[in-house]
Structure formats: structure tokens, C-alpha cells
């Protein structure tokens, strides 16, 4: 009986000192999903009809017709995907086109919501919620032309 005791003693002093090491440590997912609330006003485009033309287009979003959402599509350019580390255009697999940023703009300014905030309080912790965040614009992304699916990309970056 001695034995068990003196090998279970030892295990629980252990236990009793990695406690507040345990404690210490949160396991929090890398990433944070969720719906921001914003006014209608953020939802739109102003963007370039063409490349090479100064004319451009004014989409609202919240009272958009499919001819607009057409128009948009044809003024954006086949978007290649990532496949194994290689750049692909197969449109037979998925009709994705795109605009960069220097043909179109959004009034959604990240820095005048609530988005710095919420990715520093999930995705940042300790000394790293002080890091300065720059959100950029990169990318309007259209997807299949009989559902529109559009979506414009944000590239984050820390820095100290």
C-alpha cells in the first residue's frame, strides 16, 4: 500500500504545480467568422467600365438588377485559382472574374468599423493586441454569372 502512495504523491504535486500554467493557456481558434452590422450605404462599387475608359458605374447593392450585376461581371476580367501552388484558368470548373483595385472602390472603410476590434480581441493575444493592423483592398472577386456571388477581399497585416 506504501507503493501506490508514494507514486500517486509525487503525480499530484506535479498536477498542483502545472495548475496555473493550464490555466494560463487559452485555446482559441486562428481565425473568427461572424456577421458585422453595417448601413446600407457601405453596400456598393464605384467602378470603371473599362480599363482603358475614364466612364464609370455606380452599384448599389441593397437595390441592385440583374442587368447591373451583368454589367459588372462583364467589366471584370477570368480570375485564375490556386491549384497546387499553380495559378489555373479553368473556366469549365469554376467562372470566377475579377477587378483590382485600381478599377473600382468601396465607401466600406474597415478603420470606421468595428473590424480592428474584433480581430484584435479573437485573433490576438498578450503583447500581439498591441500590433498595428493595416487592412487592404485587393480584390473584387465575381463568382458564376447566372448567381452573383461577389465578394471583396481584405488583406491583413500585422506589424509591430
Request: glycine share 2%; aromatic share 10%.
Amino acid at each position: 500500500m506504501t507503493d501506490a502512495t508514494t507514486s500517486v504523491a509525487p503525480r499530484a504535486g506535479i498536477e498542483q504545480l502545472l495548475a496555473p500554467l493550464k490555466e494560463s493557456i487559452i485555446h482559441k481558434p486562428p481565425f473568427a467568422s461572424g456577421s458585422l452590422q453595417l448601413p446600407p450605404s457601405h453596400f456598393s462599387i464605384f467602378y470603371k467600365i473599362t480599363k482603358d475608359d475614364h466612364a464609370a458605374r455606380h452599384l448599389d447593392f441593397a437595390n441592385v438588377t440583374p442587368n447591373e450585376l451583368e454589367q459588372l461581371a462583364q467589366a471584370c476580367e477570368p480570375a485564375t485559382f490556386d491549384h497546387n501552388k499553380q495559378d489555373v484558368m479553368d473556366e469549365t470548373y469554376r467562372k470566377a472574374r475579377k477587378m483590382d483595385t485600381d478599377y473600382f472602390t468601396t465607401p466600406l472603410v474597415p478603420y470606421h468599423t468595428d473590424l480592428i476590434k474584433i480581430v484584435r480581441n479573437y485573433l490576438l493575444e498578450g503583447t500581439d493586441t498591441t500590433r498595428k493592423i493595416k487592412v487592404e483592398l485587393y480584390k473584387l472577386n465575381v463568382y458564376s454569372m447566372r448567381l452573383i456571388h461577389i465578394r471583396a477581399k481584405y488583406r491583413l497585416t500585422f506589424s509591430r
